[in-house]
């Protein structure tokens, strides 16, 4: 078993690693050695330099000194060659073009046997709306059903249904897919709403058959062609299942006034009859990634237990009944694709789910508002140790951009894949992109949640809707960059750097740059400086922080590097490596002067060989105390 983690593309597949095209690192198997990331977390409480370090100022002299040839550095280019940031992820990327997705031991590979990490992204509230997604949180209390009837209520039945159309047709199109690729991401998880694939039990016009409606079917085929031309994999989720599939009806669109999925066998059926059809339809798509059978299952079956099915004592009995019952249904018609499997109390609580007799299965769990530590994950590494099955995060995210950089670093440094969530939000950053909540839009969601006004007129209230579905178009949304670099590193990585300012290194002369004209950096802030020639200093760091620059370098050399720093106590160090850590590290200087003041500033350098071409280099704390 080879336990080694290869940054792309320095490792070559002869030292037990394989090559993934545009970014980070291949996994072979890290269950056995998990790795930890750290990262100190910027105190935005402190105002000077009396904050742990100051890392300081000013310019960074680069003298060449003498003729050293390496060679070219093609590897330092993070992403393909041939990608750009206008071009789509192709085929190849996902190695979709030849077989299926599927399980092998504790890995996901491709149909070549190649493992495969999925970064991936939810398409939250296309298909079903969930309340805080809509900023309607505190009026619809129930989910899409309650958010509808609000709607229905000041706009009318017809209405509604052209708003909900219009809404259907401008969230999810071909150019967000192609977003989606182009910002580095190789998955969409689609959340289903069953009901714009069948009727409800209810209103079926024979118990016990199903009838199928042809718009919802329509959108999946057209999301699947798209998917194709991006090369990217698409995980069919059933988000919002018949009856539901958990207390919290804000996820599941439950109505409590109507038998659940766990008090209705013919909602069970009915569901597993979905995925029967899904699967008949998509059996030979190679860009199916897989069917997520019920998202976030949070259900008490234990009398006197926990309503969400979070208590240990919770043995799971009939969600692990359902789950059988349905892959056994699926691989009637269906071998080919991968099934995830989510535990109860939202994706939190596997027992008693498994072992599963299907060799084709992955275990998925969500991850909200965990640390970023080994001991978060270290159950569910110890349970597809045991039970020799790759993990899944099937949903994370609603966090600080840091977060998300340092999660995504935790599970793929351990082999796990995952999806995020979510694509869209209204007037949020936590999102990869934030709807803009339209003018009056906030009159209806007051009217919603107090009615302490008088009921909006219905054009108003109509046309208001209309923009907020116009509004979901991806040219009208806002992108927030820093979510999606923390999370692919295409922004970050190649469009910060890549387009800002690049410094051309002269033989002939020092070159200086000034530590303020960083192009991408982690933890700091800045602040003027005392030091010659003014501008800002780089300060409030902690061990594992940085700044990048980018140079350009027109001959391999060896240069010394020069920086002025300031430090209180002499304690301290620095080193300079590739951008991304792929690479490894250029040079380092593991001990500071004393300076006697966060304003008082000296020089240290090293030498360090550079070889040509235009890249970026990072400068990093390795110690505090400077």
Known sequence: ??????????????????????????????????????SGMLDDTHDGPSFSFTWGKAWLVLVLLTSLILGTIWWLEIRSPTATDTAPITATDTASLVGYLRAQGKLIVDGQGKPVILRGMGFGGWMVQEPYIMLVGKSATKGQHSIFANVKEVIGDNNLETYHQAWLDNYCTRADVMELARSGFNSLRVPL?????????QDEPVR????????????????????????????????????????????????????????????????????VEFATRYRDNGYIGGYDLINEPNWGFEEGGNRHGCSGKENNAPLKAFYDAAIQAIRGVDTNHIIFIEGNCWATNPNGLWHISDSNIVMSFHRYWNANTIDSIQHWLDQSKKYNVPLWVGESGENSNQWYRDAVRLLELNGISWSWWSWKKMESSSGSFSIVKPDGYQTLIDYWAYGNTTQPDALFAFDVMMQVANNALLENCLRNDGAIDALTGHVIWHKRCKDGVTVMLDASQAVTIEAEDYCDDYGIKTKPTSDTGGGDYVGWIDKGDWVAFTINVPLTDTFTVEYRVASLSGDGGLQLEWYGGLGGVLGTIDSLPVTGGWQNWETVSHEVELP?????????ATAAGW
């Open 193 to 201: 709403h069953y009901n714009l694939f069948t009727l409800p039990v």
């Open 1 to 38: 078993m080879v336990q080694k983690v290869c940054y792309e593309p320095i490792c070559p597949s002869s030292k037990g690693g394989e090559r993934i095209p545009d970014r980070r690192f291949a996994i072979v198997d890290l269950h056995e050695h998990p790795l930890e990331i750290t």
């Open 612 to 620: 040509n071409g235009v890249y970026t280099v990072v400068v990093k």
């Open 208 to 275: 016990g058959q199903d009838t199928w409606l042809p718009d919802g079917f329509a959108r999946l085929d057209q999301l699947l062609e798209w998917c194709r031309d991006a090369g990217i994999y698409l995980i069919l989720d059933l988000h919002a299942a018949p009856g539901g599939q958990g207390n919290d009806s804000n996820i599941s669109d439950y109505d409590p006034s109507k038998p659940s999925l766990w008090q209705e066998p013919e909602n069970r059926r009915k569901t597993i009859a979905l995925w």
